[in-house]
């Protein structure tokens, strides 16, 4: 079933004329974003699994059926920011100057995402380590990051101007950069969340704009 999230975390305001949402969308999105709150509390108290939608439900002080309004599993409560990162990146994406070249075009988008990366870092470990110790929760961040794959070939291929069906390009360059950001948050992850994992996935990404070429054998 897909995710039911409100854009309660929207991109941060970039100084245009975007409208302000009126009372009744701030109402909900303020609802959305106590839920995923109150879950994400929970999830760092207990564990995933002995969390349920009622425990989330009650720890929010609203309904069940509320909680459906919004999610529609505790599965996507936990993994609604990943929507919410992908709008963001097709804004950013977009952005972009049309004779920027392909891959700077994509590094230079994904790394805009970081700015407010440390207002969100506890949440990213969190859920990371969740993932990690929890069997359900790989299955379902495989479909996400798919997702990810298949809408970062997308906008790689509209640039390009070419059928992604048809072209190799936008696939394998959607792949590498995905792949390329996993292994840097997993390096970083694994050592403890020291260092700076942003300067990690430049380099990552940086590889694949004529990095590997250089790469020699060791003596």
């Not at 609802?31 to 995923?36: G, I, K, N, P, Y």
């Not at 972009?96 to 440390?118: G, H, M, Q």
């Not at 948050?185 to 403890?192: C, K, N, R, S, V």
């Not at 994992?197 to 003596?219: P, W």
Request: hydrophobic share 45%.
């Amino acid at each position: 079933m897909p995710v039911k999230i409100l854009e309660n975390k929207a991109a941060p305001d970039d100084g245009g004329d975007r409208p302000r949402p009126g009372l009744r969308e701030r109402r909900k999105a303020l609802t959305a974003s106590e839920l995923e709150a109150a879950a994400y509390r929970l999830f760092g108290e207990r564990g995933f699994d002995n969390v349920t939608v009622d425990d989330i439900a009650a720890e929010a002080d609203v309904s069940r059926r509320t909680f459906f309004r919004y999610f529609a599993s505790k599965e996507d409560v936990l993994l609604a920011d990943h929507f919410v990162q992908l709008a963001r990146l097709r804004e950013a994406m977009a952005a972009r100057p049309k004779d920027e070249p392909i891959v700077t075009a994509l590094r230079n988008a994904v790394l805009s995402l970081t700015t407010d990366f440390e207002e969100r870092k506890d949440k990213v470990i969190l859920r990371a380590r969740l993932m990690r110790d929890t069997p359900s929760l790989q299955a379902r961040s495989l479909v996400h990051q798919k997702l990810w794959e298949e809408a970062m070939q997308e906008m790689v291929a509209d640039r390009l101007g070419v059928d992604p069906v048809k072209d190799l390009r936008p696939g394998v360059v959607a792949a590498a950069a995905l792949a390329a950001m996993r292994v840097a948050f997993t390096i970083w992850l694994t050592a403890g969340c020291e260092g700076d994992v942003i300067e990690l996935t430049k380099e990552a990404l940086d590889l694949l704009d004529g990095g590997l070429g250089q790469l020699h054998s060791a003596d």
